[in-house]
T-cell receptor, first 114, second 109 residues
Framework: ETGVTQTPRHLVMGMTNKKSLKCEQH?????MYWYKQSAKKPLELMFV???????ENNSVPSRFSPECPNSSHLFLHLHTLQPEDSALYLCASSGRDSPSYEQYFGPGTRLTVT | GIQVEQSPPDLILQEGANSTLRCNFS?????LQWFHQNPWGQLINLFYIPSGTKQNGRLSATTVATERYSLLYISSSQTTDSGVYFCAVEDWHGNKLVFGAGTILRVKS
């Protein structure tokens, strides 16, 4: 248990569906991240929120839409995805104003797009 | 951007053996982390080690920041050590952990 939770843990969706992934951190951190892990590829950073403002958007297609309503919650809204978007989506959090920038990860959502 | 290379890509050990995993990076860092990813995908923090040496049980890590590499030592390996080990670094521009491709470790009983 890392203090970062994600729901759902597994998701199967069609290309025309709309769904959302949820992440919650209980560590008092002020930065949150979405990463994508595809088969046989390194983890890729998608989005960074620091103090609830997006500070990094790593050239992610607009069919992925992040939302950070407060420092404890992060969402990833999905619509009209493609089969190649099937992957493990990982959320992380860290404290950006502390001496340590250590990131802690949630268990991930395994997404399959059919 | 900063580059991260891990070696070896794959490693098979007999239970009880020791091993060293290496992480090379291309620029100065203010964050370096080692993770173990279990079969269910969970990334488990092993070390936060931008410089120096740390030990935690059978695991230890050393980062030589001036020479831009880090080493993860696993002693007396167990089958539960199997999985993928990732090194990740963040440069001084901040905001972004860059991951290496990982080392796949298999420990046989």
């Amino acid at each position: 248990e890392t203090g970062v939770t994600q729901t759902p843990r597994h998701l199967v969706m069609g290309m025309t569906n709309k769904k959302s992934l949820k992440c919650e951190q209980h560590l008092g951190h002020n930065a949150m991240y979405w990463y994508k892990q595809s088969a046989k590829k390194p983890l890729e950073l998608m989005f960074v929120y620091s103090l609830e403002e997006r500070v990094e958007n790593n050239s992610v297609p607009s069919r992925f839409s992040p939302e950070c309503p407060n420092s404890s919650h992060l969402f990833l809204h999905l619509h009209t995805l493609q089969p190649e978007d099937s992957a493990l989506y990982l959320c992380a959090s860290s404290g950006r104003d502390s001496p340590s920038y250590e990131q802690y990860f949630g268990p991930g959502t395994r997404l399959t797009v059919t | 951007g900063i580059q991260v290379e891990q070696s070896p890509p794959d490693l098979i050990l007999q239970e009880g053996a020791n091993s060293t995993l290496r992480c090379n990076f291309s620029d100065s860092v203010n964050n370096l982390q080692w993770f173990h990813q279990n079969p269910w995908g969970q990334l488990i923090n092993l070390f936060y080690i931008p410089s120096g040496t740390k030990q935690n049980g059978r695991l230890s890590a050393t980062t030589v920041a001036t020479e831009r590499y880090s080493l993860l030592y696993i002693s007396s390996s167990q089958t539960t050590d199997s999985g993928v080990y990732f090194c990740a670094v963040e440069d001084w521009h901040g905001n972004k952990l860059v991951f290496g491709a990982g080392t796949i470790l298999r420990v046989k009983s």
